[in-house]
Every structure is written in structure tokens, then in C-alpha cells.
């Protein structure tokens, strides 16, 4: 039977996994959910054995059931390849008392490949299952990571256009580089007046104005999101938690059964969220721990069940993390109301409107296996410091604060559960904060010398996304303000 995918904010016309995948979001402005969490028909110790694709297919033919094993086979094969500079994929690594899922061998690495090396294949496929013969326009706000590894995985795929905006004053230096060398005719990147919440919220608004979807239609266009709101961006990221899970077992690191906790640095709150639905289809897992650097809105909201944006905004060495609405938790909030759009619904207007919601304490109880923590930023770069003279092991700055955040658990609760950190980017992607944190004088150097002090210090080869953009020509230099969004992408349409 297939899984059928609700929006969080009304109840009825559900749609298949192609249908939402497409439309990445719902008309109501609610996010699409599955109707139930299926569990995984293999265990753990089949599972094993398994290779990275092998378990990517028996994970996501349960949710995206109306795609057939062909296709799905078809799409993981073109994304999980020789994109990535290892054949595991997402490697385990021990250090300094925990593994680390190294989620960063794609083509831009950051985590956000995992699921943008294969949503342009299943959005294709999806395109064609639903006879679409409109161009689909990928609209994507980034805090950074997103955008490049979105503009990476839909460059030159035929049927699609991309647009990327970011915050121009609030990304990496290496971040924005990478975006603004983008290649392929299909792509289309522009830097706003604003924070990442100001690009996301446009974005929010655009995917909801009628009149501007009308237009798309006659333009022979329709808007798709890459954002992880996408229940396309969602599925694929589950696979690795079932994995490091197996990864485990299959290297006698834990017994068959035995509990392990995760941690994940979180900004959207996607990352985690697959987590826990990982949990659900049956991973052993214990304590969600969801980390944040100093824009803490969600251990706030862990710690006193208020989700309160309105305060001030905080420009951090993790940028990607640097988030005041964690979309993807209004997922886990319809979830703990007993999947009450209504109630859900009632939440979201009061966050749009008043910036606040509080969730009544039978909610509260449901979020037991969360925990939050948040590190600072000088934890963070204490952390980076400490876990290179214990053992040699580089950690960028998103994968510190988690790491921080790890410690700080252990020590509050001395639960010493295997614990699994998701490692979200490479330390080549934030080079001067990862640098400047070993050795402060390391701030005298330039960017690409940083690059190679790194690759010496670690002992790691230069990934190649850094290579590349050494001498990558500039490709996109619009710049405009928040306001100006639909205009700009007008322009770049031909509307
Ligand atoms: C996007 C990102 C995060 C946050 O992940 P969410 O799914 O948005 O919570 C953390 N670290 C890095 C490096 C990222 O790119």
C-alpha cells in the first residue's frame, strides 16, 4: 500500500511521495508529512553487511512507495558515486571517545549532499511519473551549505532552472565562492540584504503567492523547493542513520540491540528529524541530542517547551546553524499533537504573527527523547582546539559544537551510551575559524594558505571542491534587497 503524505496544517487531500516531492511544499503552507513511519524490513544484522546504496534502496522504497525499484535503483546509483571521494559514503570515525558520521565526501563538502546529490533525480523522475511538462525552478534560501550543494546537484539537469538566494554578509568566504563559480546556464545565484531567515521567509512567500504561480504557469515554469523542507531532502537523510547504526555492528563496536545515542548539529532541524524517524523505523537509538550555537531558540524550546524567535540575531563561526525558525520542527510539532493539523496549524500562525508559541505540557511530555544543549562560540573553538591535541582529529565548527555539546551531556548525565556525532562539514570549508582556533596567529595567513596549513596539520588531502575554486571565475554578482526577490527572479525567467 502506498504511504500517502499529509501537510501539517489541514487534514485531507493527502498526495503520493512524486506528487510532494514536486510541489515541496503544501498550498496551505503546511509541510508534507507520511501518514505513519514505516519500520525497516530487514534487521540490523542483515543490514550489516550492506553496502551505502543497498541500504539508501530498503530505506526509501518505504517511504517513496510510488516510485518503482527501478527507479529508485536508477536514482541512487546516479547520486551515490564517484561524486564522493570514498566508496562508504558516510564513514564512522572514532575519536576522542565517540564516531563521527562523516557526512562530508560529496561534491561540496557539506552534509547537505547526502540528499541534494539525488533529489534532482528523484524530482525528475517524479516530473515525468506526473507528466509534467513544465520547466521546474528550484528556489532555494541558503544559510550557505544548501545553496551550493542544491546548485552542484541541479546544474545542467535538463527540465530545471535554479535560483540561490543567500545572505550576503553572512556566509564563509569559501562558502560564497563556491557559489557565486557556479557553473551550468540553468543557475542563477544572488546574494540579499539580510540574514537567512529574511532569504528563507521570501522564499516561504513567493512558493505562497497565487498570482505569481499563475504567471509561472503561462511562462511554461513551476517552483520546487530544495530546501529541506522537501520530503526528497528528508528520506535520503534517514539512510545514513540506519547505516552508521549497521556500521557499528558490522565492526563489533556494539552488540546487536544495544542502544547508542546520536548527536546533531542543528539549524533547520531536518538533520535530526531524520534521526528520529530513523528511531522510529526501528534503529536502536536512545537520546536525540540536538546541538545549537548561540542563536539557542531550540534548547530554549527543549528546556521550556516556549519556541520564542524574537531575539537577537547572532552571526556565528557556524553559519549553517545560524537559524531562528527551524522549519522542519513544525514536523515533530504536528507529530506531538497526535497529528492535529488543526492545533498545528494554531502554532504556526501564532510564529508567523507574534514570533511565539508555547506547546501545552502533555506535548512537552512526548519530547523526551530529545536533549539541548548549545555551545558558544568560544566552546566551540575550545573544542576544535581539544579534540586536535587528544588525537589529531580536525572538526570543522558545526561538528564542534555538537562535539561540545556531547561533552556537556556526558558530564550532566554521565551516560556513556556509544554515541554517534553527525560530522556535518569538512574543517576545509571554515578554514580560518577551524584555524584560528588551533593557533590564533594562524589569522595573519590568507584563505588558500590556511588551506594548505590545514591539509598539513591534519594530515588530509585537499578536497577537490577547494581546489577548484581556487581559480574559479565569478560567475553571478546580483545583489539585491529582501524585498526584491520577485522582481529578480522575473528578470532571470524572462516573466
Ligand atoms: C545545514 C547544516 C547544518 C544544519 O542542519 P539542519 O538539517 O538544517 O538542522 C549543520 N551543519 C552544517 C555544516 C550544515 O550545512
Redesign the pocket.
Known sequence: MNVQYYSTRSTGNPVLASQAILKGLSDDGGLFVPDHIPTLEKSMAELAGQTYQETALDVMKLFLTDFTEEELKHCIESAYDSKFDTEVIAPLVEADGAYYLELFHGATI???DMALSILPHLMITAARKNQIRNDIVILTAT????GKAALAGFADVKGTKIIVFYPKNGVSPIQEKQMVTQKGDNTFVVGIHGNFDDAQTGVKNIFNDRAFAKQMEEGGFQFSSAN?INIGRLVPQIVYYVYSYAQLLHSGKIADGEKINVV?????????LAAHYAKQMGVPIEKLICASNENKVLFDFFETGVYDRNREFHLTS?P??D?LI?S?LERLIYEITGRNAEENAKLMKSLTEKGVYEISPEMKEKLKEFFGGFATQQETADQIRKVYEDCGYIL?T?TAVASSVYEKYVAKTADHTPCVIAS??SPF?FTRSVMTAIDASYDKMSDFELVDELSKLGNVKIPAAIEEIKSAPVRHDTVCEKDEMPKVIREFLGL
Not at 143 to 146: H, L, Q
Not at 264 to 272: A, L, R
Open positions: 557539506a552534509f547537505k544559510s550557505g551549505d544548501t529541506s546533531v548539529p542543528t539549524g533547520n532541524f531536518g538533520n535530526i557556524s549553517s546553524m537559524i527551524s522542519n570543522d558545526h556535518t562539514a570549508k
